[in-house]
């Protein structure tokens, strides 16, 4: 079945410091979306993609979805101490339950 | 941002206990989840349901069963729980917008058997 690779599992960074996180799937996406969950919370929606090439920016966040439609990144610039928490990407499969990546945990220091 | 429920929100209980966790949902979306999570750790499915009368075993389902009766009510059952059970229990409904489909979280409940 689907299957995605989120890259890396653990990040920690310094305040300020940008980062990103990558999910990659060896087949092609219909589209992809990203959630966040804070510490000792849930995952919350934060956007979808769907066209090839497509760029959507909230803020400090820039997601992308690859050309060939089997990546996306979601990069943070200057972290601040509320970007601490776990991101996921998840892709729809028809006919199945949403399917979630394994997520990058990201920590920041101050 | 859709109004999903859990309860309870924190249980503690012996091995061999059976317990039911419930996820109320008012939004009237079809499809809902269950998902077992350890701390800052991936989302395990435990068992989905495409509406009424509809239930789909998930990565995790060999433990628990669900029933889905009416719309906005999705029980999970563990017959016998035991300590390997601990973790936290998310429940999650879909809307499907544009025919994509974005899921809500309830709070989560965390349980821990001793």
């Known amino acids: 079945g689907q299957q995605v690779m989120q890259i890396p599992q653990y990040q920690h960074v310094q305040e300020g410091e940008d980062f990103t996180t990558y999910c990659n799937s060896s087949?092609?996406?219909?589209?992809i979306q990203w959630y966040k969950q804070r510490p000792g919370g849930h995952p919350v929606f934060l956007i979808q993609?769907?066209?090839?090439?497509e760029v959507k920016k909230q803020k400090r966040l820039t997601f992308q979805f690859g050309e060939a439609k089997k990546n996306s990144s979601l990069h943070i610039t200057a972290t601040q101490t509320t970007d601490v928490g776990t991101y996921f990407c998840a892709v729809n499969q028809a006919g199945t339950a949403l399917i979630f990546g394994k997520g990058t945990t990201l920590s920041v220091s101050s | 941002e859709a109004d999903i429920y859990q309860t309870p929100r924190y249980l503690v209980i012996g091995t061999g206990k059976k317990i039911t966790l419930e996820c109320s949902q008012t939004?009237?979306?079809?499809?809902m989840y269950w998902y077992q999570q350890d701390p800052g750790m991936e989302l395990h499915l435990i068992h989905y349901s495409y509406g009424v009368n509809s239930t789909e075993k998930g990565d995790l389902s060999s433990e628990s069963t669900v029933s889905r009766i009416r719309t906005e009510h999705f029980p999970l059952t563990l017959e016998s729980a035991r300590p390997s059970h601990t973790s936290q229990y998310l429940c999650?409904?879909?809307?499907?917008?544009?025919?994509?489909?974005?899921?809500?979280f309830g709070p989560g409940t965390r349980l821990l058997v001793l």
């Open positions: 939004m009237g979306h079809d499809k």
């Open positions: 999650a409904s879909s809307d499907i917008a544009g025919g994509w489909e974005t899921q809500y």
């Open positions: 087949t092609t996406l219909s589209n």
């Open positions: 993609l769907v066209k090839s090439g």
